[in-house]
């Protein structure tokens, strides 16, 4: 082959044969012109388009199915919805079992219980004490533990009147008559609390002269009196 004749053949870049310009299509767009030729020759892309699609397409990936579980094998649970969380305990996670236990009582990093309750009209309310007031509260009757860092008040300001007199029967701690007053029997200036242990009914009369004096001191009075 003369070099002429090298100029007018090329190699296809698809079976690598040297063939005649002729037999390679034109180039289109930038590259256009009358010696720009295409790489694979006018046969072998007529080749390539008698393939069928199916054997150059990628094998579709095979999908396993999904193992059947067992026969007595535990499901898992379904996830909580919004709507299950708010049945939830708050505190499920610190539950404790018996609401009575003073012992079970842990303060915060901050070195409280958190107390709440409802006022008479039936709002909420929340604050802090000291872990020994809140120990004092349970044991007396006057709240229950909800976690170890919460106690709850059991009555209102009303509820509380109400259960102490009906619990005394309307009957004075004291002299034994018609009672419709409360009275702590270690005061409250000597650190007693409201609480159903440490408030008893009085009438109107007892509750002023004891005052704020001892149960012993005011019952050794009346009876030196």
């Keep these: 082959m003369t070099h002429s004749d090298k100029g007018l053949h090329k190699a296809c870049s698809a079976c690598g044969e040297m063939k005649p310009l002729d037999d390679f299509p034109r180039r289109t767009g930038r590259k256009a012109g009358q010696q720009a030729r295409r790489g694979t020759c006018k046969s072998c892309m007529r080749r390539k388009r008698r393939v069928p699609a199916a054997a150059t397409a990628a094998p579709e990936p095979r999908v396993h199915p999904a193992p059947k579980p ?3 094998m535990p499901k898992h649970p379904p ?3 919004a709507a299950t969380r708010k049945r939830q305990p708050e505190s499920a996670g610190h539950a404790i079992a018996d609401p ?8 915060t990093r901050q070195g409280f219980i958190r ?3 409802r006022t008479d009209k039936g709002r909420r309310w929340f604050q802090e004490i ?5 120990v004092t509260l349970v044991k007396e009757r006057a709240a ?3 976690n170890r860092h919460t106690i709850r008040r ?7 009147r109400r259960y102490i007199l009906t619990r005394d029967k309307h009957t004075c701690h004291y002299c034994g008559q018609y009672g419709d007053t409360i009275d702590h ?7 007693g609390h409201t609480t159903p242990d440490n408030c008893v009914c009085a009438c109107n009369e007892c509750n002023q002269s004891k005052a704020d004096r001892d149960l012993e001191e005011f019952v050794g009075a009346r009876a030196g009196g």
């Design 115 to 117: 107390m709440r309750g």
């Design 70 to 72: 067992r026969s007595g």
């Design 144 to 146: 229950v533990v909800v």
């Design 154 to 160: 059991l009555f209102s300001n009303k509820d509380f």
């Design 130 to 134: 000291d872990l020994p007031l809140a």
């Design 185 to 191: 029997l270690l005061p409250r200036a000597k650190g």
């Design 100 to 107: 009575t236990d003073a012992s079970a009582l842990v303060p």
């Design 79 to 81: 996830r909580p919805t």
